[in-house]
């Protein structure tokens, strides 16, 4: 800490918090804070456009991910797409109430805590881009937010050691 308040000469501390808040005032005191925000989702579409992502895939990621642009280009990965597919497919499931659906695809999951965590992830994504109102996905409103709620708990068990089978198919059930 004395070492950030008082830096030998020419040292420059790049330091990045989710709130200003969080930074001790001390610190605060001898810092210049940027706000940093994603570029739109339309920006974020044509610039990965330039960088040769598939146009419709460019544009379903930027919305699906509100514009981070890191998201993006891993659309050119088969692997990662079909994740993204599943996703879609789950909130297909969660939007039409269908439980046996969601579980039959989440079961695929059960053995590998990483992978659902990683689903749950983009599945999260897809809600959250419901709520914002994106035409690519199925969650919309009330939907979406429950959706996103249902994904940030089944998430937050598999972090704390819950077993990945019964989470993911208390989520199947709760998604019907």
Same mark, same amino acid.
């Given at each position: 800490?004395?070492?950030?308040?008082?830096?030998?000469?020419?040292?420059?501390?790049?330091?990045?918090?989710?709130?200003?808040? =969080?930074?001790?005032?001390?610190?605060?005191?001898?810092?210049?804070?940027?706000?940093?925000?994603?570029?739109?989702?339309?920006?974020?579409?044509?610039?990965?456009?330039?960088?040769?992502?598939?146009?419709?895939?460019? +544009?379903?990621?930027?919305?699906?991910?509100?514009?981070?642009? =890191?998201?993006?280009?891993?659309?050119?990965?088969?692997?990662?797409?079909?994740?993204?597919?599943?996703?879609?497919?789950?909130?297909?499931?969660?939007?039409?109430?269908?439980?046996?659906?969601?579980?039959?695809?989440?079961? =695929?999951?059960?053995?590998?805590?990483?992978?659902?965590?990683?689903?749950?992830?983009?599945? +999260?994504?897809?809600?959250?881009? =419901?709520?914002?109102?994106?035409?690519?996905?199925?969650?919309?409103?009330?939907?979406?937010?429950?959706?996103?709620?249902?994904?940030?708990?089944?998430?937050? +068990?598999?972090?704390?050691?819950?077993?990945?089978?019964?989470?993911?198919?208390?989520?199947?059930?709760?998604?019907?």
């Amino acid at each position: 800490l004395k070492v950030m308040e008082e830096p030998p000469e020419g040292v420059l501390f790049l330091l990045t918090a989710d709130s200003l808040a =969080g930074v001790l005032p001390t610190i605060r005191s001898r810092c210049i804070s940027f706000a940093v925000a994603p570029v739109s989702p339309e920006e974020c579409a044509q610039w990965c456009i330039g960088q040769g992502v598939d146009k419709k895939q460019a +544009r379903l990621y930027s919305e699906l991910f509100d514009g981070h642009i =890191g998201t993006v280009p891993a659309a050119r990965d088969d692997a990662r797409r079909e994740q993204v597919e599943k996703a879609l497919t789950l909130a297909k499931a969660a939007a039409a109430h269908d439980s046996y659906a969601a579980a039959v695809l989440l079961a =695929g999951y059960e053995k590998d805590k990483a992978a659902a965590a990683a689903l749950l992830g983009d599945f +999260r994504a897809v809600a959250a881009a =419901g709520l914002r109102g994106c035409a690519s996905t199925p969650l919309t409103g009330d939907a979406a937010r429950r959706a996103l709620s249902l994904a940030d708990a089944a998430i937050q +068990r598999l972090a704390a050691q819950v077993n990945p089978k019964i989470t993911l198919s208390v989520l199947a059930a709760k998604l019907g």
